[in-house]
């Protein structure tokens, strides 16, 4: 079990405490185990869980610390793993991508299996798992993001999406030949208000010196070091109480060096009054914004501002120089009178007295959007397993805890709080954003993993045998074992969890020799080429 | 695995006193488990027997990283405190100067993630202080803490974050909650937006 060996002591003890195979010696027979099912108790419990990232890594975390039985086949699309931690988080955020060391932990369980470099619905249908497993939970998150939809979007050149300019900065092999050309002037704007929008923001403008010491890919680094960028500006549809990035972002924005800020303009908050009633965590961010950045502009090289109550309308062009961006055609909007300042208030065009929409261009030489990121069905979902996805939401329809419904009448209904009942599908589950939609930090998908999880051991042990994906005696319970021959049929060249940790020990190395943490692959090639 | 294997094979030829005292160990919340039993409570308190049981084994391992592990206090030093499980379970604890809240949960098997490992840049070692005078004569929790906090489940105007919470001798007699981690559905799950 040496297959960890920068793992401490007292973490492997963690890995030991959810390891099965206890070998039945004196210590498992005077241990009062605890057994969470009893359904089949001759062999394991198989769940497969697709997607290994944060959503499925904690989620498997917990059911394998509370199911002894449960033995876990993680699925993902990339040769290596960690999903949004690895390829979402800024590389400037190294602390948070602490959370991978807890899922080496969970990877180092012997009741755990890495099975990478498999894309399920493509290269595998979902049916070849059917079979073989008790239980499949879908945590494969988000893997688009919306449109604006507005003219010039795709044709113009220099606007790109923030998701896939984020997975180009973190190496992500889809998104590695982005190319971004930030040479084209001194501006910038981002529409939307989230978190990624200031992620893309902070990248844009932070000293490259500092940046190129974290994980971010080489490539871009030689991008960021050309780019012309000089103003920023962050473009949301409504105002400061509705924006929806949280203060840490906010407050590294405002905090970094020779970058100033555009004071936001007084008539956008709310009194004192109601500030001072509102919920905390708002009343802290309201007050940081009002309160600014401290940096003096007339010495700052780069600005930046959040701009509020504008919908883009069209990209232009600037005559001279035809499809490359000029500015960008935004109407104003006003918030909805009733309740302009609740976090979900709603905003109307704005009018002049003329009678036409008040609007406004602004100067944009670079365009990012970044208005949500999006899930889509895994191909097969619907024609292989029965899961009908709710396009309108983007995520697959569950009963809150982790259970996919259906509106189908399958015969297993559930009531629930409000009165309203719920089909479930046996033995179908799904956890992080597949499950609620792209919002939320890493504590938030956490605590959503774990009740999904703690839903499946629950319906493990109840004994309802329509809680098993397959009906009893039906399931070979092989798992991967029984996959592997069809992937193998299929020609797929798969990856281990010791083939992750080859990979990850040649970028370290490779990343040691540039002073950096770690240098990605930017390409699966690359990766395989480790391995093989 | 050979590993554990082999850990869990040592532990036939523990001493009967030493795996006495092993099993009589109060309220085991886990299952058994070699390593993880060294960094427990109430390992001190049978610290003699226990450390006689891995001598008669000549048990060792490779020094590896350690990483937000306790350092056991000094004899008439120990600072009590007490952590209220998500269970309701009160545990007892003694615990050092210097050692903060998150490696002592996790120390005593107490469930709390610390999902970035102690730095300040999640909130998932949410802890409510239960005395609010207590929670007075800490310091003042910094911006970065409280942006964090911020988005913290069961937010409370005593909540800490554990990994931010140093033991000091003014802390003696503490009790901590850790929050319910339970969210039930709200109607703006299922609100367009």
Redesign the interface.
């Known amino acids: ?2 297959r960890l ?6 973490c ?3 890995v ?2 959810v ?1 099965p ?3 039945q ?4 027979r ?5 057994r969470h099912y009893s359904v089949q108790t001759a062999r394991p419990f198989r769940i497969a869980i697709v997607g290994s990232g944060p959503a499925g890594f904690y989620a498997a975390h917990r059911l394998l610390a509370k199911a002894e039985d449960a033995v876990v086949d993680m699925y993902e699309k990339l040769p290596v793993p960690f999903g949004l931690a690895r390829y979402g988080v800024a590389p400037d ?1 190294p ?2 991508k ?2 991978e ?2 899922f080496t932990e969970v990877a180092g369980s ?1 009741r755990f299996n890495f099975i990478g470099n498999i894309e399920l619905g493509e290269s595998l249908p979902l049916r070849v798992l059917k079979p073989h497993y008790d239980a499949i939970l879908f945590s494969y998150g988000a893997p688009k993001d919306k449109e604006l939809g507005i003219p010039g979007e795709k044709a113009i050149r220099n606007v790109y999406s923030a998701r896939e300019f984020v997975g180009w900065y973190n190496g992500l092999p889809e998104h590695r030949d982005l190319a971004p050309d930030l040479t084209a002037g001194e501006d910038a704007v981002i529409i939307g208000q989230g978190n990624v929008a200031l992620d893309v923001a902070r990248i844009l403008l932070s000293d490259i010196n500092e940046l190129r010491k974290t994980d971010i890919a080489e490539y871009a680094v030689e991008e960021l070091l050309k780019s012309k960028i000089k103003r920023v500006r962050v473009v949301g549809r409504r105002g400061p109480m509705q924006a929806s990035f ?3 972002e906010l ?1 590294e924005l405002l905090q970094l060096p020779s970058v100033s800020f555009d004071p936001v303009p007084k008539d956008l908050f709310p009194s004192n009054n109601i500030i001072s009633s509102l919920p ?2 708002q009343k ?2 309201i007050q940081l914004l009002e309160k600014g950045s401290t940096n003096d502009p007339s010495t700052s090289s780069k600005s930046w501002s959040l701009d509020f109550l504008l919908s883009p309308e069209c990209l232009n062009w600037s005559p001279i120089y035809p499809y490359r961006l000029s500015h960008v055609k935004f109407s104003r909007n006003v918030l909805d009178p009733s309740d302009p300042h609740s976090s ?1 208030a709603k905003v109307s065009p704005k009018y002049l007295s003329s009678g036409n929409r008040a609007q406004v261009n602004i100067p944009a030489n670079t365009f990012f959007r970044s208005v ?1 990121y999006k899930s889509l069905p895994l191909p097969g979902l619907e024609e292989d397993l029965g899961v009908q996805f709710d396009e ?2 983007g995520v697959i329809p569950n009963d ?1 805890f982790g259970r996919i419904t259906t509106p189908k009448d399958t015969g297993d209904t559930q009531r629930l ?1 409000d009165g309203s009942l719920l089909s479930h599908l046996p033995g179908l589950y799904c956890a992080g954003w597949v499950k ?2 792209p919002t939320g ?4 998908t ?2 959503d993993a ?2 999904t999880a703690d839903t499946i051991v629950a319906d493990m042990g109840s004994q309802r045998q329509h809680a098993l994906l397959n009906s009893p005696g039906r399931s070979t319970g092989l798992g991967w074992e029984g996959v592997q021959a069809e992937a193998r049929e299929r020609g797929l060249q798969t990856t281990s969890w010791s083939d992750w940790e080859m990979i990850d020990a040649v970028e370290r190395k490779m990343g040691k020799e540039k002073g950096k943490l770690r240098e990605k692959f930017g390409r699966v090639e690359e990766m395989l080429e480790v391995v093989s | ?5 082999e ?3 040592q ?2 030829h523990i001493p009967k006193t030493a ?1 006495r005292t092993y ?1 009589s160990r109060p309220a ?1 919340r ?7 039993s ?2 427990l409570q109430w390992s001190r308190r049978n610290n003699a027997t226990w450390k006689t049981g891995l001598n008669a084994r000549s048990f060792s ?2 020094a ?4 937000g ?1 306790l350092t056991p206090p000094k004899p008439g030093e120990e600072i009590n405190i007490s952590i209220v499980d998500k269970d309701g379970d009160k545990h007892d604890l003694q615990v050092a100067e210097g050692d903060n809240l998150l490696d002592i949960a ?2 005593n098997d107490l469930e709390m ?1 610390g ?3 102690g ?6 070692c949410h802890v409510i202080i239960e005395d609010p005078d207590m929670f007075e004569k800490m310091e003042e929790p910094s ?2 803490e ?3 906090l ?4 069961g ?1 409370t105007e005593t909540s800490r974050l554990g990994c931010q919470v140093p033991m000091s001798k003014d802390l003696d007699g503490m009790v901590v909650r850790l929050p319910t ?5 709200q109607a ?6």
């Not at chain 1, 010696?25 to 498992?28: A, G, K």
Request: with cysteine; hydrophobic share 30%; charged share 25%.
């Open positions: 079990m040496n060996p920068y793992v401490c002591d007292s492997t003890a963690q030991a405490r390891s195979r206890r070998p010696s004196q210590l498992s005077l241990t009062p185990l605890r955020h602390e948070v602490n959370c060391e807890k012997p949280t203060i840490k407050r905390r965590a802290r961010l979900s949500g309108q939401r809150g709080p609620r939609g930090v890493i504590a938030t956490m605590t774990f009740s | 695995m050979s590993f554990f294997r850990a869990c094979q532990l036939r795996s099993l085991p886990q299952s058994l488990c070699l390593a993880d060294s960094r391992v490779t590896r990283a350690q990483h592990h996790q120390a993630e999902a970035c490992g730095s300040c840049a999640c909130s998932t911006d970065d409280n942006d964090m911020d988005l913290a489940f937010l981690m339970t969210r039930n559905l703006s799950d299922f609100e367009q937006k």
